[in-house]
């Protein structure tokens, strides 16, 4: 770790929020164990013992994955150091804007463009070739799962590995099941404890495109675009996979959504709001690209375009900006 930086508040956007709006200097809080939603959200930020990593890329721009990365960094309550850089190679392979992925205590960086996946060594403070294969989209102990193409391959356990049958255009993993959508709209559903390469249909979820599909408390939520529908709102909609009912749960267009237990968190332009108990309620008025659920205390946001970040409570009663930019 090279650079020192000072993590300071920034009051430009007070106006914007009723909120309590104070200084971020401390960086002590549980870690959750989210780190399949956190690596779909966009995998810009991690935490753990009290740390906070992020990803900067292209002058402090965490949305594109266009852009050269300028490293990752490492917020605590000592400031925030520089721990891989650019130019930092394993192998070989020089580590470009990479994601990152949580599991077993491990905080993953994977190098999105060559395949090869550094863990977080806190021994030696840097991240180091970790062995593992990075050509997953979903890994656990005792999960792997492989896209290529249209199609998904399994690997649970010990079982045989197989590929579903089924054409995938995008899937979520929770559990010991995979819930897939195909090009045409068409919902269905792959025990892979089972290891049967044929999946159970849910239902038809819409004609329209869908950027994503995430399950949380046994719903389906997919956005709907509903520019060439006039009978349709825009919006995220909720497919109940007990009652077998469809609801639209948030009218606009959504950016991100994340989850963590049984509560969905959906960012937007107009705010952040938790979908939970069948009601959606606002948590802030302000804009959010990206929201990451790394700790017990708070949710963090990437704002906008240019990379501001900043971090609010859970009941949306504090505000904490974080500027890495003051040297």
């Not at 959750?32 to 810009?44: E, K, M, Q, T, V």
């Not at 403070?125 to 062995?131: E, L, R, V």
């Not at 950016?255 to 069948?278: F, M, P, R, V």
Request: glycine content about 4%.
């Amino acid at each position: 770790m090279k650079k020192i930086f000072s993590v300071v508040l920034i009051l430009s956007l007070l106006a914007l929020c009723s909120c309590t709006e104070k200084k971020a200097t401390t960086f002590n809080s549980k870690s959750i164990d989210n780190g399949y939603n956190n690596y779909l959200a966009g995998g810009r930020m991690a935490y753990k013992d009290n740390n906070l990593y992020v990803n900067f890329i292209s002058d402090n721009y965490l949305i594109s994955d266009d852009t050269t990365s300028l490293g990752i960094y490492r917020f605590n309550n000592s400031g925030v150091t520089q721990v891989m850089t650019d130019a930092v190679k394993i192998d070989a392979y020089n580590f470009e804007y990479p994601f990152f992925y949580q599991f077993d205590d491990k905080i993953y960086a994977t190098a999105t463009k060559n395949g090869k996946f550094a863990v977080y060594n806190e021994a030696e403070d840097k991240f180091t070739d970790s062995g593992q294969d990075a050509g997953f989209d979903y890994f656990s102990d005792d999960l792997k799962v492989f896209s290529e193409a249209d199609r998904v391959t399994v690997r649970c356990k010990d079982n045989p590995e197989y590929t579903i049958e089924e054409s995938v255009y995008t899937y979520y993993v929770s559990e010991n099941k995979i819930y897939i959508i195909n090009d045409d709209g068409w919902l269905y559903c792959n025990d892979v404890t089972k290891g049967n390469a044929k999946s159970t249909f849910l239902n038809y979820l819409t004609e329209s495109y869908v950027d994503f599909i995430h399950v949380c408390a046994d719903k389906v939520f997919f956005n709907f675009s509903a520019a060439d529908y006039d009978e349709y709102e825009t919006g995220l909609y909720c497919y109940s996979i007990a009652e077998d009912k469809f609801s639209l749960v948030f009218k606009g267009e959504v950016n991100c959504i994340n989850s963590y237990g049984d509560t969905l968190y959906i960012a937007a332009d107009k705010g952040i709001y938790k979908y939970a108990s069948e009601e959606v309620t606002e948590i802030t008025n302000r804009s959010a690209k990206k929201i990451y659920l790394l700790d017990e205390d708070w949710i963090y946001a990437v704002q906008n375009d240019a990379g501001n970040v900043y971090r609010i409570s859970l009941d949306g009663a504090t505000v904490e900006t974080i500027d890495f930019r003051e040297k």
